[in-house]
């Protein structure tokens, strides 16, 4: 596993260095921690409140997942530590995806435009947890999801002062800001002034977009350095016939001839996700069609992708 640096946070937490896709990370436990732990970083994983921490490990651990994270889905932050608390280093919480969308969808432009006082207070509250340990990013952020999300999703601008905020934030502390942001030609404009306002920040961009393809997303990652890819929704199988996202695997689940090379060119830049905890049913049979894409790259990329 290769060094993003992506989760090493600046702050002094026995987890510290948690998932960097590195050499193992410091102070993250072994497998004798918490039960067995398996090859794989799972960083589109969120905590659910219909998931009960006891199952999400047996997911995880049945799948060869040594750690997983994300954002707590659409609920409190605090979900996170029930989770922490029945498996020791297993799991990496983000902060922020709940009570930012429920000010977004509550307020509008007042919440986007930072004009929510309660909002900015509770951007300090996360921010601390940070420092403190307690997140080891920021997101998942829908940002725009209005064509890909659950029910009728969202649609704010990408730089706007909330999310420059937020990218901001993340990058004072050294961690990732992971955005769901649909690849429509007028957010990818937005997109870029967000990346351009943090050069030293780290972007991911979950689901790749999806529906972003190679040439685009390989401008994009070219361009700005600090951008990465979830492939959540992207490999083998479409969550449903309604889902708008575009696969980089064929009907047999073999990369698309564009996206090897492209994962092969930049190997680094790419993260496994999952976002199939609603339905933890499906989780091994998501992660095993990860191992079959990670199977067909050459030992480096393999390595690195893993």
Known sequence: ??????????????????????????????????????????????????LSATDALA???????????????MTDD???????????????????????????????????????????????????????????AIGEIPIDNKNSGMGAGVDWPADSPLALDLFSRATRRNVPFQIHLEAADDKLKELETLLKSQPTGRLIWAHCGTWADAPTVRRLMDTYSGLYCDLAGRVGVKKSDASTSVLITDAAGALVAEWKTFLEDHPTRFLIGTDENLDVQQYAPSIERFRKVIAELSPVAATALA
Not at 2 to 9: K, P, R, V
Not at 17 to 40: E, F, M, N, Q, T
Not at 61 to 70: M, P, T
Not at 98 to 111: L, W
Request: one cysteine or more.
């Open 59 to 73: 997911a995880i651990d049945a799948a060869g997942v040594r750690w997983a994270g994300s954002g707590a889905w």
């Open 78 to 136: 605090t979900l996170w530590a029930t989770y922490t608390a029945a498996a020791t280093n297993r799991f990496v919480p983000f902060g922020g995806q709940g009570f930012v969308s429920n000010y977004v969808t509550r307020y509008g432009a007042d919440a986007y435009n930072l004009k929510v006082s309660a909002l900015v207070n509770d951007l300090d509250t996360m921010e601390a947890g940070i420092s403190a340990g307690t997140f080891f």
């Open 1 to 50: 596993m290769f060094t993003l640096g992506l989760l090493a946070s600046a702050c002094s937490s026995p987890l510290s260095g948690v998932p960097v896709k590195d050499a193992a990370p410091s102070g993250v436990g072994d497998a004798a921690d918490s039960g067995a732990a398996g090859d794989l970083i799972d960083l589109h994983f969120h905590a659910r409140s219909n």
